[in-house]
């Protein structure tokens, strides 16, 4: 039973990764834009581009986590 709801929590797919990624880029937007609104000017902005590129840094690492866990299961296939 453990193993059947640990596998919900488990991204196999570049699929899944996006749809990750694409949430985690809307709570990022969000929370950017009510620091534009309490920080008006340009440490709001800074606060915004902050957010934003954590997505981008987050999003990279998932697809590149992807690509070696692939990369790990061809190998043990061949062996």
């Known amino acids: 039973m453990f193993g059947m ?11 899944e990764a996006y749809l990750i990624i694409y949430a985690l880029a809307l709570g990022a937007v969000e ?4 620091y534009l ?11 915004f581009l902050a957010c934003t590129g954590a997505v981008f840094l987050a999003g990279a690492k998932i697809l590149d986590c ?5 990369e790990k299961q061809a190998l043990a296939a061949e062996a």
């Open 5 to 15: 709801v640990k596998r919900l929590f488990v991204i196999k797919t570049n699929w």
């Open 31 to 34: 929370r950017g834009s009510k």
């Open 37 to 47: 609104v309490e920080y008006p000017g340009f440490g709001g902005k800074l606060l």
């Open 66 to 70: 992807l690509k070696l866990e692939r």
